[in-house]
């Protein structure tokens, strides 16, 4: 039986995705955090008075996975956590977890650099259309 996998858009998308996230993982070790963990201090250092709720939303994520992440990140000491009611909280960094973004700065955006030099900027804008493409079609179900 021959498979049809290599011609799946979604496993080349899912291959590509999980080398490109061992390799970043891999790299971030030195920082004693993971792809998604860095994500999220981005996320949190960018947006202002975030939730849980609102960080889920931009990385595409349920909340149980979101909350796992946070738990981790509050344990390494990079974010606290301040009450607005019983049930909401406002996600902040704390000084580790600004000085945690900022060493691995040159980092992430090398590795950025690394990937990007690959392409030329209408490749890019290409790559991303046709995600988008596949993001639209996924979201139509």
Not at 66 to 94: N, P, V
């Amino acid at each position: 039986m021959k498979t049809q996998l290599k011609d799946s858009i979604g496993f080349k998308v899912n291959i590509t995705a999980n080398l490109f996230n061992n390799i970043f993982n891999q790299q971030l070790q030195t920082y004693d955090i993971a792809i998604e963990q860095r994500a999220t201090l981005e996320i949190i250092q960018v947006e202002k008075n975030i939730t849980q709720t609102k960080i889920a939303q931009i990385l595409g994520k349920d909340k149980t996975t979101i909350s796992r992440t946070l738990k981790t990140l509050e344990k390494k000491g990079l974010i606290k956590k301040e009450a607005l009611d019983k049930r909401t909280f406002l996600i902040k960094l704390t000084e580790q977890g600004y000085e945690v973004l900022e060493k691995s700065s040159q980092t992430v955006q090398a590795f950025r650099e690394k990937i990007a030099s690959k392409f030329t900027q209408d490749e890019i804008n290409e790559l991303f259309k046709s995600l988008d493409k596949v993001t639209l079609a996924l979201s139509e179900e």
